[in-house]
């Protein structure tokens, strides 16, 4: 599960992502929310805001 945060507004850069692709057809869209929190069989696998004492999951 993604929880997205709607707080965010960014312009989309593709040193952004993760993929394995030089290019996004969506490079320069203004975004107004952007993945704050995944959580996968309920625990936190990754945060877009470190936090003390998290650990997230393995990288697969």
């Known amino acids: 599960m993604v929880i997205w945060d709607t707080s965010a507004n960014l312009i ?32 936190v696998v990754w945060a877009r805001l470190n936090r003390p004492g998290f650990r997230g999951g393995r990288l697969v």
């Open 12 to 43: 989309l850069r593709n040193e952004q992502l993760h993929h394995n692709v030089d290019y996004t057809p969506y490079e320069g869209m203004n975004l107004r929310a952007w993945p704050g929190v995944t959580i996968s069989r309920g625990e």
